[in-house]
C-alpha cells in the first residue's frame, strides 16, 4: 500500500528557494506560447478536412508523422541543452531563435494557394509540418527544462507550475473560439479565415516566445554536480563519445520508474482527452445542429471557452491542496471528478437541449486544469531523484522525453481521428445529415475514450513513489553531497 502523505506541514520553503514574480511571470508567458502552439495546429488541421476536403485519413497522417522525427529531435534536443554552456545559459538561446522560427513557419504554413489537388495540399502541409515541429522543439524544450530548474524547493516547485498553467490556460480559452473565427462572415470560407488566424497566431508565438529567453534566469553553476561533456565539442571522438552518452542516458531516464509512471498518467489522461475532443465538433455540428457550421463553432467555442475558465479556477485549487495531501493524492482525486465530467457529457448531447452539455465543463476541468500543474512539479522532483542515482542533472533530457510523450499522444489521437471517422462511416460530403449509427459511434468515442484513459491513469498512479517526505529526503542528501546550486 502506498505511503499517504500526511506530513506536509512540516515542510516549509526558504525565503532563498521562492522564485520572485517576475521570474514566475516572464516563464507564465512563455508557457502561455508553449500551450497556444499545442493547441493552434490541431484547432485549425480540420480546416484540412472541412474546408480543403482532404480525406480524413491523410489529416490523419499529416498529424502523426513529424511525431516520428520528434522521437528523435525531442530528446536530442533536451540532451544539447542540458550541454550546452553559453554566457547566457544552458536553456535561453534556444528558447529565444526557437519561438522566432516557430512563429514564422507556423504562420507560413497556413499561406496555401488556391486551386491546388489535394495530394498538392497533402505533401505541402506535411513538408512544412516537419520543419515547424523541428522549430517547436528547439523552443519548448529548453523551456520545459528551465522550469524545472528554478527553484529546489517541492512545494514552490508546484506553485511555480500553477502560475504558469494558470497564464497559459488562457491559450486554451481562446482556441475553442478559432472554428467559429474562421467559418465567420469576415472571410469568403474557412480556408480565408484559417490563413489570416495563422498569421496572428504566428506572430504571437514570435513576440511573447521571446520573454522566458529575455526576462528568466537559470542557475548560473551546478554546485558539486559532476561536469558532464561538451557537446560542441568538434572532433570526431568527442561526437562518438557524446552520440554514447546521450543513449546511454535515454536508457537511464526510461528505467527510472517515478518517472514512467508519470509520463505514462500524462499520455493517458492528456491524450484520452485530446482524442475524445477529437469528435466533439462532428457531435456537435452533426448530432446537434444538424450540419450547421456556425451554430456549432459557438457552441464548441462556449464548451472550450467555459472549461478553460473553470480550469483557471482549478488550476490553484490543485496546488493548494497538494500542500495538504501531496500531490499523487491529489492527481488522484481530480482525476477521478473528471471521470465524472465525462460521463455528464454523455447525457449533455441532447439535440433538444444543446447547451446541456455545458453542465459537464467544471467536471471535466478537474482533469485538465490538475494535470500539469502537478506532472509538471513531480518531474522536477524526478530530476532529483535521478541526479542521486547519475550524478548528473538532466532536465532537458527528462523534460524532452516527458512532452514527447505528450506530443506523440496528440499525434496519434490525430491519426486515430482520421480512421475512427472512417471506421463510423462519417461522409464529410453529407452536409446536414449522418447516419443514426455515425452519430452514435462518434460520441462513443467522445465520451468513452477519456473514460477508459482516465480510469487506467488512476490505476498507474496510486503506486507513485515519490512522496513529499521522501522528496525532502532527497533533496537533503543531494545538498549534503554537493551544496546548494548557486543562483
Known amino acids: 500500500m502506498p505511503e499517504i502523505e500526511t506530513d506536509s506541514e512540516s515542510h516549509v520553503t526558504a525565503p532563498e528557494d521562492r ?3 517576475d521570474q514566475k511571470s516572464a516563464y507564465a508567458v512563455g508557457m502561455l506560447v508553449n500551450n497556444l502552439q499545442a493547441a493552434a495546429l490541431p484547432a485549425m488541421m480540420v480546416i484540412l478536412n472541412l474546408g480543403l476536403k482532404m480525406r480524413a485519413e491523410w489529416v490523419g497522417i499529416i498529424a502523426f508523422a513529424p511525431r516520428i522525427i520528434d522521437a528523435v529531435t525531442d530528446p536530442m ?9 553559453t554566457r547566457w545559459g544552458r536553456r535561453r538561446p534556444y528558447i529565444f531563435a526557437g519561438a522566432i522560427l516557430a512563429g514564422l513557419i507556423f504562420a507560413a504554413m497556413w499561406q496555401l494557394p488556391e486551386g491546388h489537388s489535394e495530394q498538392f495540399y497533402f505533401w505541402v502541409f506535411l513538408s512544412v509540418s516537419f520543419l515547424y515541429f523541428v522549430a517547436y522543439t528547439i523552443y519548448a524544450t529548453p523551456f520545459v527544462a528551465l522550469g524545472f530548474e528554478m527553484t529546489p524547493d517541492y512545494h514552490e516547485r508546484t506553485r511555480l507550475q500553477a502560475f504558469a498553467n494558470t497564464v497559459g490556460q488562457l491559450a486554451w480559452i481562446g482556441v475553442p473560439w478559432f472554428y467559429a473565427i474562421m467559418a465567420s462572415d469576415r472571410f469568403e470560407n474557412t480556408v480565408h479565415g484559417a490563413r489570416v488566424l495563422a498569421l496572428w497566431v504566428g506572430g504571437t508565438i514570435c513576440l511573447l516566445g521571446l520573454f522566458p529567453a529575455v526576462f528568466c534566469r537559470e542557475p548560473k553553476t551546478m554546485g558539486g554536480v559532476e561536469p558532464v561533456k561538451d557537446a560542441t565539442q568538434a572532433n570526431a571522438t568527442g561526437i562518438v563519445a557524446n552520440l554514447m552518452d546521450f543513449f546511454q542516458g535515454l536508457v537511464t531516464t526510461f528505467n527510472c520508474k517515478p518517472f514512467v509512471k508519470i ?19 462532428y457531435v456537435i455540428q452533426y448530432y446537434l445542429y444538424a450540419g450547421n457550421e456556425k451554430s456549432a463553432g459557438i457552441l464548441q467555442g462556449k464548451f472550450g471557452t467555459l472549461t478553460a475558465l473553470c480550469t483557471l479556477a482549478v488550476i490553484p485549487l490543485t496546488a493548494w491542496i497538494s500542500t495538504k495531501i501531496g500531490k499523487r493524492n491529489t492527481f488522484l482525486i481530480t482525476i477521478s471528478l473528471s471521470l465524472f465530467g465525462y460521463a455528464i457529457k454523455w447525457f449533455g448531447y441532447n439535440p433538444d437541449h444543446p447547451e446541456w452539455l455545458l453542465f459537464s465543463c467544471p467536471f471535466v476541468a478537474f ?11 513531480m518531474v522536477a522532483d524526478v530530476c532529483d531523484y535521478d541526479e542521486l542515482e547519475s550524478h548528473e ?5 527528462f523534460g524532452a522525453i516527458y512532452w514527447w510523450m505528450v506530443k506523440v499522444g496528440m499525434a496519434l489521437a490525430g491519426l486515430l481521428t482520421g480512421y475512427m471517422l472512417l471506421w463510423s462511416n462519417f461522409d464529410v460530403n453529407l452536409e446536414t445529415a449522418q447516419p443514426d449509427q455515425t452519430l452514435f459511434l462518434l460520441r462513443v468515442f467522445d465520451v468513452g475514450v477519456p473514460l477508459a484513459t482516465s480510469a487506467l491513469a488512476l490505476f498507474i ?8 517526505t521522501r522528496s525532502h529526503e532527497i533533496r537533503a542528501e543531494l545538498v549534503a553531497r554537493r551544496g546548494k546550486l548557486d543562483d
Request: aromatic share 14%.
Open 19 to 21: 522564485i520572485p514574480l
Open 77 to 85: 534536443m533536451g540532451y544539447i541543452s542540458d550541454h550546452t554552456r
Open 263 to 281: 509520463c505514462a498518467a500524462t499520455f493517458l489522461v492528456f491524450n484520452g482527452f485530446q482524442l475524445g475532443a477529437s469528435f466533439s465538433l
Open 367 to 377: 482533469g485538465t486544469g490538475s494535470l500539469f500543474t502537478l506532472m509538471g512539479s
Open 393 to 397: 542533472r538532466r532536465e532537458g533530457v
Open 461 to 468: 498512479m496510486f503506486t507513485y513513489e515519490l512522496t513529499e
